[in-house]
């Protein structure tokens, strides 16, 4: 089985960048799809970025298209979001997933989720 641990949230201004991290342990992830997700406070937790086993295939929600930016590195069991250009409705906290089953699309089917990490955005 793997864990997943997120690292990399803080607090930035509006314009700013983070990179977010997700190690894992355990199994290697190399079938695995990763995603990340995000949960704003009094909202439900929404998909924000994935990424196939390999790394061929990414897919973002519209609202951070050409902003966020997903990679994994199989060799170090890590996948990364890197976050430009923030805006204050990104504030969240963030968390990293995984899914071993193939779905077509890339929002669902996730059944291994790590802690979260916080982002918040001051405008």
């Known amino acids: 089985q793997v864990q997943l641990v997120e690292s990399g949230g803080g607090l930035v201004q509006a314009g700013g960048s983070l990179r977010l991290s997700c190690a894992a342990s355990?199994?290697?992830?190399?079938?695995?799809?990763m995603g990340w997700f995000r949960q704003a406070p009094g909202k439900e937790r929404e998909f924000v970025a994935a990424i196939s086993p390999n790394g061929a295939i990414t897919r973002y929600q519209d609202s951070v298209k050409g902003r966020f930016t997903i990679s994994r590195d199989n060799a170090k069991k890590t996948v990364y979001l890197q976050l430009n250009s923030l805006k204050p409705e990104d504030t969240a906290v963030y968390y990293c997933a995984a899914r071993s089953r193939y779905r077509s699309d890339y929002a669902l089917g996730y059944d291994i989720w790590g802690q979260g990490t916080q982002v918040t955005v001051s405008s």
């Open positions: 355990g199994r290697t992830l190399t079938t695995y799809t």
